[in-house]
């Protein structure tokens, strides 16, 4: 069983600087499971790295590449972190991990590299957060384990219909996944461990009747399942294939939570060649929590290019997209995607003299949030299939945002 590309971009959408390769290798870690696919080269030996050779240079085209010097890194390495999403604000970090193995070496052994490290950055808005993580890969990538702790305080607005409120989260976590794939197939099947204790208020007190809402503190604890499937030719940029996952996650006291709720969720992505410079990818997801106690901070929301983080949010939650990619010059890219998403059951708006008051719509009535754009993208490192570009989004609410993004902006997790 071989491996190929990583899938790296972060659900909250932190990005690397823009310092080369050091910018993405850092990414690669920004994903909770790294994840791993098939051959590099259709089959064929890997050519052994000539040291005296430019690392930086392709010996194919004699374009910039950076596949040689990451068949060469392995040991520790120092990553910046740059950080563009709305909810949060600008901001940056760095990241010291440690690579056991140089990319080069696990493609022999057919297996991604197992990865150590510490992290932490800070946003303009006073969040902070820094964890401690192990990414292992086992038995020629048969077994994946993921082991992190951190501690995080975090800025950020939520909303109650169309009323923000800026909340401040204090929280300190635990977590460790493992997954096992199922013989020779595409198949993973796994589990995993979250302990957090937090505590969460109101930034902005002028409103003193929602309170009530916006505060917790306790520790939330949760057993997840979850199974997978993998087909796409490659992770970073997939031109054919299909991703699917479905993950069950249970806040029980029997864990340690003091809240008892479920939280669900599934994708699929599909990709599609429609020529040899023209791709065309395909997104749905859904989440959904369940529960009489479930925290206002749990509550799926709409992810999407040019939409902030917790900016719709509701019981139930589902979403599509679609991306298309034009390469109109060797090595680049240019990007076009549009998506729409909906939340629906249980929502929360504020009344002046009730507070917060609970609502629900069906799937029908409720809103559609459309979100759309466009990027460019280049060839980092062809051995490896890395692209590296930017995204421009809005949103109906014409906010703007960027977005650093290597591979698929599409999270794989």
């Not at 069983?1 to 870690?29: D, H, N």
């Not at 930086?56 to 950080?83: A, H, T």
């Not at 052994?109 to 890969?137: D, M």
């Not at 906010?399 to 591979?407: A, E, K, L």
């Amino acid at each position: 069983m071989s491996w190929r590309r990583f899938s790296i971009r972060s659900r909250f959408r932190v990005a690397g600087c823009c310092s080369g390769p050091l910018f993405l290798l850092f990414l690669l870690l920004h994903s909770p499971t790294v994840q791993a696919q098939k051959a590099v080269t259709d089959g064929q030996p890997q050519e052994k790295q000539d040291p005296q050779k430019n690392l930086f240079v392709s010996s194919e085209d004699g374009k910039f590449d950076i596949s040689g010097f990451l068949s060469q890194k392995y040991g520790f390495m120092p990553m910046p972190i740059m950080i563009t999403e709305p909810a949060i604000g600008y901001g940056g970090g760095l990241n010291l991990m440690f690579l056991h193995d140089s990319l080069g070496q696990t493609l022999e052994e057919k297996s991604p590299p197992s990865i150590s490290g510490v992290a932490g950055g800070g946003t303009e808005n006073g969040t902070l957060a820094g964890l401690g993580y192990h990414l292992g890969f086992w038995k020629e990538d048969s077994i994946r384990t993921v082991t992190a702790a951190g501690a995080a305080n975090i800025n950020a607005d939520f909303y109650l219909k169309d009323q923000a409120e800026d909340i401040n989260i204090k929280t300190w976590f635990l977590y460790q996944e493992g997954m096992f794939r199922l013989q020779q197939t595409d198949f993973f099947l796994g589990a995993n461990y979250l302990y957090a204790d937090l505590e969460t208020k109101r930034n902005n007190n002028e409103t003193l009747n929602l309170d009530e809402y916006y505060t917790a503190e306790g520790s939330l604890s949760a057993l997840g399942l979850l199974l997978q499937y993998d087909t796409r030719d490659s992770i970073f940029t997939p031109s054919s294939g299909m991703f699917a996952r479905a993950t069950a996650r249970y806040f029980a006291n029997g864990f340690g939570s003091k809240r008892d709720f479920q939280r669900y969720s599934g994708k699929l992505f599909s990709y599609f060649s429609v020529s040899s410079t023209v791709n065309l990818g395909f997104r749905v997801e859904a989440e959904s929590v369940s529960g009489d106690r479930v925290p206002f901070f749990s509550y799926p929301f709409i992810m999407l290019r040019g939409i902030p983080s917790m900016r719709y949010q509701g019981e139930h939650m589902i979403l599509a997209e679609t991306e298309l990619r034009w390469e109109f010059i060797p090595r680049w890219n240019l990007v076009f995607f549009l998506g729409a998403g909906r939340v629906f059951g249980d929502q929360f708006q504020f009344e002046e003299e009730q507070g917060v008051v609970e609502y629900n719509d069906s799937l029908g009535e409720a809103e559609s949030h459309p979100a759309g754009g466009m990027g460019f993208r280049y060839e980092l490192a062809r051995k490896y299939g890395l692209w590296a570009g930017l995204d421009f989004a809005t949103s109906e609410a014409r906010d703007f945002s960027f977005y650093i993004t290597v591979g698929s902006a599409w999270l794989a997790f």
